[in-house]
């Protein structure tokens, strides 16, 4: 800022000047520092001002904002509060609504019901099926389900009377006949006339009898006529009065119906057309009876607007989809190879009718699920269980059909036996999953018990459930101990139902089997059958005259050729002769000879016979139906006629188990042939694809044989007691003398 100022004359500045230049710029620079400070004060200030006004602006704008968004959300709060109420409202108004169609079908679907058994009444007339439609009320229907109304109680109650009052209408109508064959039987002789032919033959005068005869013959046919045309007309008479009270009984059963009808119509506010009338009904019935399934399909599917509150309607159409599928399935992909039919097949036909079949039945189970009146039912079960046919890839679905097809099954063992099929299935679906794995076999295992526990193919379903507890690992061996336990006890050698736990306990059982003589037991039972079996008609005679009183059959039986010991001994030993099976006919060939020549088998088979002999000599002596059988008809035991018929059993089996000890002694040296070889037994010897050691097939063919005789036994065991092998064991003695 300071310069050096020179002259033009380049004289030197003084410094005087110099201070006076330096006190200028100075001033000058403070002016100007001055007037930019003010410059940017002024800037800064009216910045600043701008600055305010734009906050306030902002802030302004800010709670406009504000105000705006609190009262869109306030006003938003109070829409969205209307339509949830709105929402809540028509959610309530459609419940309600499903509600009464739900009620709406169930009182049409039970006032169907009660149509279906006015037309079951009138249809058949039938003692087992008024007895069916009886029990379907009193003890299955679903009290839970069914909708309470005073209506359709009065109805279902109407049912109860009109089936009871059948059933002895039925008795009613029995005994009508017999009186009326009486009557008319009566009526010749009340023609006739006793006194007339006592004063016929009362004169000496013959042309005087022949006058009176020929006049009595022509009066006493018009006696006959008269006589039985008035037995006809009684007879027509109470035929027509029989009639009459059980047309009343339907005349009121269908006025209560109609009521029943009325009321819940009027309640309910059901469609007329859920409501079925007997003449669709009579259609409905006379369609089911068409014997092809395709015929069958196309009426059916014709009358379906007519049948929206019958569930079973659906069931029987899908049926008839699935049986005219089959007529058009090829047995094998790709192969020529069909079974027989009358139809070409065709796998386009065979895929529509597989989709109609599953559209019914599932229209089916989703009208019986909401609606199920009946407690058990094993249409609905059948149902459940075609339709499980299409769920095959869904487990869970799956698991659903069968679950609801065992609980409504009522214990129905082609139901189970299925139900324990498709739950064995789904143990092996769920093997990866592991979900519902022990739920399935546990309910397998529910079934398959049942099964086996009522003797329902028993071999299967025994086989069947060792083999689930073995794949159930240690968890189940409790439960196959258990069960091996209680099959012990109904047949000596359990492995006829059962597969093996394992190898080690397998020949321990056989081991303990032949050491504890149950192979004894097995032939002894068996020899004890074929006896009874000889004897059958004693035993009867005697099961008749314990029903009868009737003790002629049995006097009769003291002349039987059976009473002689070589003739009874010789029918006994030709047993080998009847056998159906190869094995045993091999088996009881090398002792037959032996068994007839026995002293002692004479001896013992005397002894049987003789008090066969005592009892019927004693019945004998008691002149027509003696009483005191009927006395103690009903409380046998302890009685002269049931202690008979014991020691006549200890005879039999006192010989019996000679027999079977004979037999043994007989077959000491062979019956190494028909022992295990158990160091060449392996688990799998049990499977049918697999050849049976000769023990089993022996044995197997002894319990066949065992089982068809004991259904032939019990059909000729007196009192309608149950019959049961009796419990041998081995006679004790040094030397049997042959």
Same mark, same amino acid.
């Given at each position: 800022?300071?310069?050096?100022?020179?002259?033009?004359?380049?004289?030197?500045?003084?410094?005087?000047?110099?201070?006076?230049?330096?006190?200028?710029?100075?001033?000058?620079?403070?002016?100007?520092?001055?007037?930019?400070?003010?410059?940017?004060?002024?800037?800064?200030?009216?910045?600043?001002?701008?600055?305010?006004?734009?906050?306030?602006?902002?802030?302004?704008?800010?709670?406009?904002?504000?105000?705006?968004?609190?009262?869109?959300?306030?006003?938003?709060?109070?829409?969205?509060?209307?339509?949830?109420?709105?929402?809540?409202?028509?959610?309530?108004?459609?419940?309600?609504?499903?509600?009464?169609?739900?009620?709406?079908?169930?009182?049409?679907?039970?006032?169907?019901?009660?149509?279906?058994?006015?037309?079951?009444?009138?249809?058949?007339?039938?003692?087992?099926?008024?007895?069916?439609?009886?029990?379907?009320?009193?003890?299955?229907?679903?009290?839970?389900?069914?909708?309470?109304?005073?209506?359709?109680?009065?109805?279902?109650?109407?049912?109860?009377?009109?089936?009871?009052?059948?059933?002895?209408?039925?008795?009613?109508?029995?005994?009508?006949?017999?009186?009326?064959?009486?009557?008319?039987?009566?009526?010749?002789?009340?023609?006739?006339?006793?006194?007339?032919?006592?004063?016929?033959?009362?004169?000496?005068?013959?042309?005087?009898?022949?006058?009176?005869?020929?006049?009595?013959?022509?009066?006493?046919?018009?006696?006959?006529?008269?006589?039985?045309?008035?037995?006809?007309?009684?007879?027509?008479?109470?035929?027509?009065?029989?009639?009459?009270?059980?047309?009343?009984?339907?005349?009121?059963?269908?006025?209560?119906?109609?009521?029943?009808?009325?009321?819940?119509?009027?309640?309910?506010?059901?469609?007329?057309?859920?409501?079925?009338?007997?003449?669709?009904?009579?259609?409905?019935?006379?369609?089911?009876?068409?014997?092809?399934?395709?015929?069958?399909?196309?009426?059916?599917?014709?009358?379906?607007?007519?049948?929206?509150?019958?569930?079973?309607?659906?069931?029987?159409?899908?049926?008839?989809?699935?049986?005219?599928? %089959? *007529? /058009?399935?090829?047995?094998? +992909? @790709?192969?020529?190879?069909?079974?027989?039919?009358?139809?070409?097949? =065709? $796998?386009?036909?065979?895929?529509?009718?597989?989709?109609?079949?599953?559209?019914?039945?599932?229209?089916?189970?989703?009208?019986?699920?909401?609606?199920?009146?009946?407690?058990?039912?094993?249409?609905?079960?059948?149902?459940?269980?075609?339709?499980?046919?299409?769920?095959?890839?869904?487990?869970?679905?799956?698991?659903?059909?069968?679950?609801?097809?065992?609980?409504?099954?009522?214990?129905?063992?082609?139901?189970?036996?299925?139900?324990?099929?498709?739950?064995?299935?789904?143990?092996?679906?769920?093997?990866?999953?592991?979900?519902?794995?022990?739920?399935?076999?546990?309910?397998?295992?529910?079934?398959?018990?049942?099964?086996?526990? %009522? *003797? /329902?193919?028993?071999?299967? +379903? @025994?086989?069947?459930?060792?083999?689930?507890?073995?794949?159930?690992? =240690? $968890?189940?061996?409790?439960?196959?101990?258990?069960?091996?336990?209680?099959?012990?006890?109904?047949?000596?050698?359990?492995?006829?139902?059962?597969?093996?736990?394992?190898?080690?306990?397998?020949?321990?059982?056989?081991?303990?089997?032949?050491?504890?003589?149950?192979?004894?037991?097995?032939?002894?039972?068996?020899?004890?059958?074929?006896?009874?079996?000889?004897?059958?008609?004693?035993?009867?005679?005697?099961?008749?005259?314990?029903?009868?009183?009737?003790?002629?059959?049995?006097?009769?039986?003291?002349?039987?050729?059976?009473?002689?010991?070589?003739?009874?001994?010789?029918?006994?030993?030709?047993?080998?002769?009847?056998?159906?099976?190869?094995?045993?006919?091999?088996?009881?060939?090398?002792?037959?000879?032996?068994?007839?020549?026995?002293?002692?088998?004479? $001896?013992?088979?005397?002894?049987?016979?003789?008090?066969?002999?005592?009892?019927?000599?004693?019945?004998?002596?008691?002149?027509?139906?003696?009483?005191?059988?009927?006395?103690?008809?009903?409380?046998?035991?302890?009685?002269?006629?049931?202690?008979?018929?014991?020691?006549?059993?200890?005879?039999?089996?006192?010989?019996?188990?000679?027999?079977?000890?004979?037999?043994?002694?007989?077959?000491?040296?062979?019956?190494?042939?028909?022992?295990?070889?158990?160091?060449?037994?392996?688990?799998?010897?049990?499977?049918?694809?697999?050849?049976?050691?000769?023990?089993?097939?022996?044995?197997?063919?002894?319990?066949?044989?065992?089982?068809?005789?004991?259904?032939?036994?019990?059909?000729?065991?007196?009192?309608?007691?149950?019959?049961?092998?009796?419990?041998?064991?081995?006679?004790?003695?040094?030397?049997?003398?042959?």
């Amino acid at each position: 800022m300071f310069k050096f100022l020179k002259c033009k004359n380049s004289d030197t500045i003084s410094t005087q000047q110099l201070l006076d230049t330096f006190q200028k710029d100075r001033e000058q620079h403070l002016e100007f520092m001055r007037q930019n400070t003010k410059d940017i004060l002024e800037t800064a200030l009216q910045v600043s001002t701008q600055n305010e006004h734009m906050i306030q602006k902002n802030q302004d704008q800010l709670q406009q904002n504000l105000m705006k968004h609190f009262e869109d959300s306030y006003y938003s709060a109070l829409a969205r509060i209307e339509d949830k109420k709105t929402q809540e409202h028509h959610a309530k108004e459609k419940r309600e609504y499903e509600k009464i169609k739900e009620n709406q079908l169930k009182a049409a679907y039970a006032l169907n019901l009660c149509v279906v058994s006015l037309s079951q009444i009138v249809d058949y007339q039938d003692i087992n099926v008024l007895q069916q439609e009886y029990d379907a009320i009193l003890n299955n229907l679903n009290m839970e389900n069914i909708i309470k109304d005073e209506a359709l109680l009065d109805a279902l109650k109407k049912i109860l009377d009109t089936c009871h009052f059948y059933l002895l209408h039925e008795k009613d109508k029995k005994l009508l006949k017999k009186k009326q064959a009486a009557r008319l039987k009566g009526a010749l002789g009340r023609a006739l006339g006793g006194k007339n032919i006592i004063a016929l033959f009362g004169t000496p005068n013959p042309w005087a009898i022949a006058a009176s005869a020929a006049i009595m013959v022509g009066s006493t046919v018009v006696s006959y006529k008269s006589e039985k045309n008035r037995a006809e007309m009684e007879n027509e008479e109470e035929e027509w009065q029989l009639q009459k009270s059980a047309l009343e009984q339907l005349h009121n059963l269908r006025r209560i119906l109609f009521e029943t009808a009325w009321r819940l119509s009027e309640k309910y506010q059901f469609p007329d057309k859920y409501r079925l009338t007997e003449t669709q009904i009579k259609i409905y019935n006379d369609i089911l009876t068409d014997s092809d399934p395709l015929n069958r399909y196309e009426r059916l599917e014709l009358i379906k607007d007519n049948f929206k509150a019958y569930p079973l309607y659906w069931y029987y159409l899908g049926r008839a989809a699935l049986e005219a599928a %089959e *007529g /058009y399935k090829a047995l094998k +992909n @790709g192969n020529l190879s069909f079974i027989d039919s009358p139809r070409k097949r =065709d $796998s386009r036909l065979y895929e529509i009718y597989r989709a109609k079949a599953k559209e019914s039945l599932e229209q089916f189970v989703n009208i019986h699920n909401e609606n199920q009146l009946l407690r058990e039912d094993v249409l609905a079960a059948s149902a459940y269980l075609d339709y499980s046919d299409f769920c095959l890839d869904n487990p869970d679905d799956l698991k659903k059909m069968v679950d609801s097809a065992k609980e409504i099954s009522g214990l129905n063992f082609e139901i189970l036996q299925t139900c324990a099929f498709r739950y064995l299935q789904l143990v092996e679906m769920f093997e990866e999953t592991n979900s519902h794995k022990e739920s399935c076999r546990e309910s397998a295992a529910y079934c398959l018990r049942i099964l086996l526990n %009522e *003797g /329902y193919n028993k071999e299967l +379903n @025994g086989r069947a459930l060792s083999k689930l507890y073995i794949d159930g690992g =240690d $968890s189940y061996h409790d439960s196959f101990l258990m069960l091996k336990t209680c099959l012990e006890r109904r047949s000596p050698f359990v492995y006829r139902w059962l597969l093996p736990w394992d190898m080690n306990s397998y020949k321990d059982d056989v081991e303990r089997f032949l050491k504890d003589d149950g192979i004894y037991q097995i032939i002894a039972q068996y020899l004890e059958g074929r006896l009874r079996c000889i004897f059958a008609e004693f035993y009867l005679a005697c099961k008749e005259a314990g029903q009868t009183n009737d003790m002629t059959p049995l006097r009769q039986f003291k002349d039987n050729k059976l009473m002689e010991t070589e003739i009874g001994l010789k029918h006994f030993s030709n047993m080998a002769e009847t056998q159906r099976s190869d094995v045993l006919s091999s088996f009881f060939e090398s002792v037959s000879k032996c068994r007839s020549e026995s002293k002692l088998t004479k $001896s013992k088979y005397n002894d049987f016979v003789k008090k066969i002999e005592e009892f019927v000599t004693s019945l004998s002596i008691r002149n027509g139906k003696s009483l005191w059988l009927v006395k103690h008809s009903l409380e046998y035991h302890g009685d002269d006629f049931s202690k008979s018929l014991k020691e006549i059993d200890d005879a039999l089996y006192v010989f019996i188990e000679y027999q079977t000890q004979i037999l043994r002694s007989n077959l000491e040296n062979d019956m190494d042939a028909y022992l295990l070889d158990a160091d060449n037994l392996d688990a799998s010897s049990c499977k049918p694809d697999r050849k049976i050691p000769k023990l089993l097939t022996l044995i197997f063919a002894l319990e066949e044989e065992l089982e068809s005789m004991r259904f032939k036994i019990q059909d000729f065991t007196p009192f309608g007691k149950r019959f049961y092998y009796h419990n041998f064991s081995p006679v004790k003695f040094e030397k049997i003398d042959i």
